[in-house]
């Protein structure tokens, strides 16, 4: 990779941890809209059972989030973090990005943990995702 291509990946990789970052802060409000304010519209999750659900709208997007909030607010979650940030950029203004997200209790202690991408792109007002994937668990390889 060539020093403008170097420039460029750590650009978006600081632009990546700016997302996380932000995802962190509204999660740790329990307020779907502020975490909806993150993705784009639509918006498409795939769960690890391969389940979608496109969203077509903020309210849509912003009631999505607050179940699961409201869902691990009630199994004692206070806060999120992520860990082992993978950047792949697609073109100039998109990228794929994958986490591994930990809940975190009153003590800091983990609650669960799991893997999940995000389709990004690059807006105005910073990176939005337009779809993400939770990481089915490895199916065991036969022997």
Not at 29 to 40: C, H, P, Q, Y
Not at 54 to 61: D, F, G, V
Not at 73 to 92: F, H, M, Q, T, W
Request: aromatic content about 12%.
């Amino acid at each position: 990779m060539n020093t403008k291509g170097m420039d460029a990946f750590t650009s978006l990789t600081l632009e990546a941890n700016r997302y996380f970052d932000d995802f962190v802060a509204a999660f740790s409000t329990f307020n779907g809209e502020l975490v909806a304010r993150l993705f784009s519209h639509p918006y498409m999750a795939v769960g690890a059972a391969g389940n979608s659900t496109i969203l077509e709208s903020p309210a849509q997007t912003t009631l999505y989030f607050q179940q699961y909030l409201d869902d691990y607010k009630s199994k004692g979650s206070k806060s999120c973090r992520y860990d082992a940030l993978e950047v792949v950029p697609i073109g100039a203004s998109s990228a794929l990005l994958s986490v591994t997200w930990t809940l975190l209790n009153y003590d800091g202690k983990t609650i669960s943990s799991w893997l999940e991408s995000y389709c990004v792109a690059r807006t105005n007002g910073g990176l939005l995702a337009y779809a993400s994937i939770d990481h089915a668990a490895e199916a065991a390889q036969p022997q």
